[in-house]
Structures are given as structure tokens and as C-alpha cells.
């Protein structure tokens, strides 16, 4: 076969992966951000009790967090396209049995089912892209993944709300039934071949349930930081993670490879998407609360509103893609972790009296912000790495920022009950949240920036002994 057989017949299978790992990175944030949604009516069909209810979203998001890394060794081993194919099989099912479900119980376990299968879809797309594209192609094919993801969270509230609305909250787990179905069928008859980067090394089991249990621990904990048992439950994820720390240390085959945060661009990229994340994502909750309980709005009309910063990632993080791979990302990353913060800091200022198009602006900053910052920050850290971490390299990514969702959220949560207490946000403590919103908002600007800070030190400040 000569040069331009292979080429020609090199190009489909670009096509096939990019089309597979959008259709993953839509389904996944759609399902996350419609499933809040649909609490309500699921509490009122299957008669669910508070407690039971919150965990249908954490054990879907415990999931995705506990498992992904884990999933990713394994792709690296045992190939990247079989564990794609297996997360979509699995994920498939369950939001089939989910539709299904009769109790409270059932429903957390298949919610539980699709996490897992989200975590191995998410460990291995990236990493199938960049084992696929060449160098050149990469920061544009990242930047499409990314503007697929918050595709996926803008279209959440909007058409979830409105399929639950008019079929029921069973239509929004029954509609990701024909699309798993269209992605494994394309998987099996036209995305051929196979990619592994540690092929024959050993899965290290025992450092996986440690490190399942301890990020499982970490991440309710922190979530919980405002009662004594979320306190508890953090110090043991954090003693868990140091027990971690030494088994990978002692490991002839870790799960995750000391190796990675050696190099300076992958320590500080990875570190600076940890400290965007934070700074951005309880920005939606904060918000939801704002513009309906201060502002009077009702749930359409704030859904409409909070759309515009993924709106904004999505239209931008493609160009943005196709940007680095033909000029110098230095600048526009930096750029970006400052245009979040600066969004941040604007939204510190709403009051009573604030024009919503003031938030408006805001938002649409920190969406610019995100969409310059994501796909480039993403490129560093997985170019970085060589062929053979680029399955556990993309799961450290989603890992970074489902650590970085919960804590943003767990921060939220302490401001908040600390001025107000454990109790419901009327009228006459309006004024403390006020000021609970401003004091969060300085504090996620001030993490955001800091953000922009290690940005800059890992793209502008050789470091010889981390390289």
C-alpha cells in the first residue's frame, strides 16, 4: 500500500473518532446537568426521601471521579478503543435499566452504572484523539471535544427541562438509548484497529480500590464540609490519598505514574485547570439561587441566562483549537485564566438592583475565559506526556476537574451555611447571602487568578529540575 493509500484510508478513521468521542463528551455533561433537573419529579413518582434523592447525581458523579483514572490504566493496557467500547455498552444499559427503575435504591445503582461507564468513555477519548491525529491536528480535534462538552451542558437544562417537562423525567435517561446504540454500531463495523501504550504491564488492583475509596472519601467529605461527619469522612479520603501516594511510590506497575508531574508544563497545567475549575464551577448553583429567589425569575428564564457561559465555550473553544495548532499558545492561556477572573469579579458586585445585562457580561467573560483557556491548557498537559500515558493522562485530566467541581461546590456550601445557617433563603436573609454571594465570588476570582499565576509560571518559567 503506498503513502497516499494510507492517507486516504487514515483520514475516515480521524473522522470516525472525532464523531464517537463528540457524541461521548455531549451525552455525558447532558446527562450530568439534566439530572439535577429532574429530582423533583422523580421524588414525587417514587415517593424518595431527601437523603436518597441526593444521591442519584453524587453517585453518578462519584463514579465518573472514582473510576476514570483506574479506567484509564486499564485502556493503556488492555487498548483504548476496547474501553471505549465497553463505557458505551455499559452506559448505554444502564440508562436503559434507569428509565426503567421502580424505587429510589434501583435508580441510584443503574445512576451508578452510568458514571462507571461515563469514566470509561471519558478516560479514553482524548486519549484515542491523540493517539489518531497527528501533532498538527491536535489542538483543533481538542478544541472541538471541548466546545462537544459544554454543548452538552447548555443543551442539559434547556431540552432536558423541556423532555421532562412534556414526557416525563424517564425521557431524559431513554434518550441516550438510540444514541449509545448509533455510537456502538459505528464503533463496531467502521472504527477499526486497536491503540495500547502500556501493553503487557500489569493493572495494579490494590492501588485502584485505594485510590477509588480515598477519592470517594475525599470528594463526599469535602462536599460535606459544613457537618462534623463530612469533616471525618474528608480526613480519612486525605489519609487514604497519603496511603495512596506510597503504594504508587512502591509499585513496579501504578495506576498513575509519579513520572507525569516530573515534567513542569504537565505539573502546572494540570494544577492550573484544578484552580480554574474551582473558581468556575459553583458559579451555576450560586447564580440559580441569585436570579430566582433575589431576582424573581422563574426556572426558564434563569436557565436561558446561566446558558450563555457554556454557549460561549462551546462557539469559541473550536477556533480556539484551530488556533494553537498553527501559532503560540502562551499568550491567549494566560489571557484566558484572566478573563475568568475578571468575570468572577463582576459578578461579585450584583446586588438587588444589579441589571441582569451586567450578568449577563459577566458570564459571557467567564465563557470567553474558559474557551481560551480550556482547549490550550489540555494540549500542555497531555503533549507533555509520551504515547504511553496518554490513556491515563486524559483521566487525570477529567479527574482534575470533578476534584475541582466538588470542591468549588464544598466552598459554596461553607460560605453560605456559616452566614445564613441551615435554613432556606427568604427575604429576611437576603442581605447575608448577599454577602455570602460577594464573599464567594472574591474567593473563586482570587483561586481563578492564582490559576493564571501557575499558567504563567509553567509556559514563561523554565524549571530545569521539574523538566
Not at 249 to 259: A, F, G, R, T, Y
Request: proline share 3%.
Amino acid at each position: 500500500m503506498d503513502s497516499t493509500t494510507k492517507n486516504t484510508a487514515k483520514i475516515p478513521m480521524e473522522r470516525y473518532a472525532l464523531v464517537l468521542v463528540i457524541i461521548g463528551s455531549i451525552l455525558i455533561p447532558f446527562m450530568g446537568s439534566s439530572l439535577s433537573l429532574i429530582l423533583p419529579l422523580i421524588q414525587n413518582e417514587l415517593a424518595v426521601n431527601i437523603l436518597l434523592l441526593g444521591w442519584i447525581p453524587t453517585a453518578f458523579t462519584l463514579a465518573n471521579a472514582a473510576l476514570v483514572l483506574p479506567f484509564g490504566r486499564l485502556a493503556d493496557i488492555h487498548g483504548r478503543k476496547k474501553v471505549f467500547t465497553i463505557g458505551f455498552i455499559v452506559y448505554t444499559l444502564a440508562s436503559l435499566l434507569a428509565s426503567a427503575s421502580t424505587s429510589g435504591l434501583t435508580l441510584i445503582f443503574f445512576s451508578f452504572m452510568q458514571g462507571a461507564g461515563c469514566a470509561m468513555i471519558f478516560a479514553t477519548g482524548v486519549a484515542l484523539l491523540f493517539s489518531i491525529f497527528p501533532p498538527e491536528k491536535r489542538g483543533r480535534v481538542l478544541g472541538i471535544e471541548i466546545s462537544a462538552v459544554y454543548l452538552g451542558l447548555f443543551l442539559g437544562p434547556l431540552m432536558g427541562g423541556l423532555l421532562a417537562q412534556t414526557l416525563g423525567w424517564r425521557s431524559i435517561f431513554l434518550i441516550n438509548v438510540p444514541i449509545g446504540l448509533f455510537a456502538i454500531f459505528l464503533i463496531l463495523t467502521r472504527f477499526k484497529g486497536e491503540w495500547k501504550g502500556s501493553e503487557g504491564e500489569k493493572f495494579d488492583l490494590v492501588g485502584s480500590l485505594i485510590y477509588a475509596f480515598s477519592l470517594s472519601s475525599f470528594m463526599y467529605g469535602f462536599s460535606a464540609l459544613n457537618e462534623f461527619s463530612g469533616k471525618i469522612v474528608l480526613l480519612i479520603g486525605l489519609g487514604g490519598m497519603a496511603l495512596f501516594y506510597k503504594v504508587i511510590k512502591d509499585s513496579s506497575n501504578p495506576i498513575i505514574s509519579s513520572e507525569i508531574f516530573k515534567k513542569k508544563l504537565t505539573l502546572f497545567s494540570g494544577s492550573a485547570l484544578l484552580l480554574v475549575t474551582i473558581g468556575t464551577s459553583a458559579m451555576w448553583t450560586l447564580l440559580s439561587l441569585y436570579l430566582q429567589d433575589l431576582r424573581g425569575l422563574d426556572t426558564i428564564n434563569t436557565a436561558l441566562i446561566l446558558a450563555v457561559q457554556p454557549l460561549v465555550v462551546a462557539l469559541l473553544s473550536s477556533l480556539v483549537g484551530r488556533w494553537i495548532d498553527r501559532k503560540d499558545n502562551k499568550i491567549i492561556i494566560i489571557l484566558g485564566a484572566v478573563v475568568c477572573t475578571i468575570g468572577l469579579l463582576i459578578l461579585a458586585f450584583s446586588g438587588i438592583e444589579t441589571p441582569l445585562l451586567q450578568v449577563i457580561v459577566a458570564l459571557a467573560l467567564v465563557g470567553v475565559g474558559l474557551g481560551l483557556f480550556s482547549a490550550p491548557t489540555n494540549q500542555n498537559f497531555l503533549r507533555s506526556l509520551t504515547s504511553k500515558f496518554y490513556g491515563v493522562g486524559s483521566a487525570t485530566l477529567s479527574t482534575m476537574i470533578f476534584i475541582g467541581q466538588t470542591m468549588s461546590l464544598g466552598l459554596l456550601l461553607l460560605i453560605l451555611t456559616r452566614l445564613l445557617g441551615n435554613v432556606e433563603i427568604a427575604p429576611s436573609n437576603y442581605p447575608l447571602f448577599l454577602e455570602g454571594l460577594k464573599i464567594s465570588f472574591y474567593i473563586f476570582a482570587a483561586i481563578s487568578g492564582l490559576g493564571a499565576v501557575l499558567t504563567y509560571i509553567g509556559v514563561y518559567k523554565p524549571d530545569n529540575h521539574l523538566k
